[in-house]
């Protein structure tokens, strides 16, 4: 019986999506089913999910929906029948035991969804395992941001959470993975696992710079996660390292960049979305 449908959306990244499908197919767990969603995806990057001979991953051809798709991964994941679901982008890469970390969380709770920690891999070649929303300890402004950073790929849950909170808003252009897991927190349903299970290559830092480097350091940190005694060091790290004045000064930029880059978008987003929940039902 399959145990997880993961579902990996994607668009145009022929030169990462390899990799990430290969983190996959790596886990521990080994009872799911690949579904890799092509959001009007490229011939290139269609050719590449197409090249890997494992039965397990199936591909389906979308038109481009609205923003970043949510209504053709819904489509998908209606199909579904596992009883977990977990989540994958096309430049990212789990850790081999993040599907049997997520089922060991969701079997010993009455959670009804887990959100791991991620470190992130930074230009040119630099993990950062204290990337800022996971490690501030601010009272108010450390949940907050915490929970602004949880993607998709941090989350595992129970098929049964969509009968309780519903899919994913398909009427929204962005941030639907913060809409998700904030719905899942307001019912009672999250819960947060400190264990740092995902490598974060966010678009930001890396999508105008592949084409300086020689290879993706996804190809160097595949090979790295295959190492248990890496990992562990990784967690080690994360569980017991002191954050100097070098990783508290980063992430004060961190911090910077991120307000500067997004905090216009979700204003945006905040006010549209009160100005639907407070607006009158139409009537006939």
């Not at 819960?191 to 084409?211: I, K, N, P, S, V």
Request: with cysteine; proline share 6%; charged share 30%.
């Amino acid at each position: 019986m399959t145990a997880f449908d993961v579902v990996l959306p994607t668009r145009g990244r022929p030169h990462t999506i390899g990799f990430a499908i290969a983190s996959v197919l790596d886990q521990t767990a080994e009872d799911f089913r690949l579904h890799v969603v092509g959001d009007g995806c490229d011939e290139e990057t269609e050719r590449r999910v197409r090249s890997f001979p494992d039965p397990r991953i199936s591909f389906t051809r979308f038109p481009k929906g609205m923003g970043f798709g949510y209504g053709n991964r819904n489509a998908v994941l209606r199909e579904g029948s596992a009883p977990y679901v977990a989540y994958m982008t096309d430049d990212d890469l789990m850790l081999p035991d993040h599907l049997e970390r997520g089922r060991a969380v969701l079997e010993t709770g009455a959670a009804g969804l887990v959100a791991f920690r991620c470190a992130q891999v930074r230009f040119p070649d630099d993990l950062d395992p204290f990337f800022f929303p996971f490690d501030w300890r601010l009272p108010v402004a450390g949940a907050f941001l915490r929970n602004w950073f949880i993607g998709s790929a941090n989350l595992v849950h129970r098929r049964s959470l969509f009968d309780r909170i519903g899919y994913w808003d398909a009427s929204l252009f962005r941030f639907g993975d913060r809409e998700f897991y904030r719905r899942a927190r307001l019912a009672g349903e999250a819960r947060y696992d400190d264990e740092t299970t995902l490598l974060r290559f966010f678009a930001a830092e890396w999508d105008g710079r592949y084409a300086s480097v020689a290879e993706p350091p996804q190809k160097r940190y595949l090979e790295r996660i295959r190492d248990p005694g890496w990992v562990a060091a990784l967690r080690a790290r994360v569980r017991n390292g002191r954050r100097g004045f070098g990783a508290r000064s980063r992430q004060a930029r961190d911090f910077l960049r991120f307000a500067a880059r997004s905090g216009p978008r979700f204003a945006r987003f905040a006010l549209r979305r009160r100005a639907a929940i407070d607006a009158p039902p139409e009537r006939d």
